[in-house]
């Protein structure tokens, strides 16, 4: 421990990394430039297609269509009390119920 501390006493200042500072900052600002140009190249794009005007096609004029419409090939509904099927009495001999 000594001998680190002597040698960190004696030991002149750390040398200057001048050129690796330069170039991290021009990087750095670079970096920050192109995403800022991008950002603005993103906003001018929206802000172009927001100020293009929506046209809308004109509707066709034709009759006006109901909501819902009976076909005329189904016959009335039967009410529910009647069976829609027809009733068949079982055969004498035969039980109700066929397992």
Known sequence: ?????????????????????SVSLVAAILIVGVVLLGLNAFLVALQRYMDTEIVEPEPAVTDPMPAYAVPPAISPLQPADQDPRPSQAPEPGTSPANP
């Open 1 to 21: 421990m000594d001998r680190a501390r002597a040698l960190a006493a004696h030991r002149p200042d750390k040398p200057r990394r001048l050129l690796q500072h």
